[in-house]
């Protein structure tokens, strides 16, 4: 069964830095676009980040500047580096295909930003 898990989420104080990670299951994601999505209390989940196969990412205006993905083929893992935390950064994040399959959305990580 093909699995996305995300970890790395935690509680931090605004302006803080947090850096998450989705390890797949298998390496079938290894040439394929990948997406950053995140889903606030009450809101539809968004896209945060898009990551091309060659590592070229894409990033939604309200964290252009602040986040930063990654991707490491060789070990079926994305990474999501979040800088300058603001509350407004406070969801649940997932990782999955660019554009979207349902088949693959795992628990996420939650992460809240808050003094």
């Known amino acids: 069964q093909v699995q996305l898990v995300e970890s790395g989420g935690g509680l931090v104080q605004p302006g803080g830095s947090l850096r998450l990670s989705c390890v797949a299951s298998?390496?079938?994601?290894?040439?394929?676009?990948m997406g950053w999505y995140r889903q606030a209390p009450g809101n539809q989940r968004v896209l945060v980040a898009t990551?091309?196969?060659?590592?070229?990412?894409n990033y939604a205006d309200f964290v252009k500047g602040r986040f930063t993905a990654s991707r490491d083929n060789a070990k079926n893992t994305l990474y999501l580096q979040m800088n300058s935390l603001k509350p407004e950064d406070t969801a649940v994040y997932y990782c999955?295909?660019?554009?979207?399959?349902?088949?693959?959305w795992g628990q996420g990580t939650q992460v809240t930003v808050s003094s």
């Open positions: 999955n295909t660019d554009p979207v399959s349902d088949n693959y």
């Open positions: 298998t390496s079938i994601f290894r040439f394929a676009t």
């Open positions: 990551i091309f196969s060659g590592g070229r990412t």
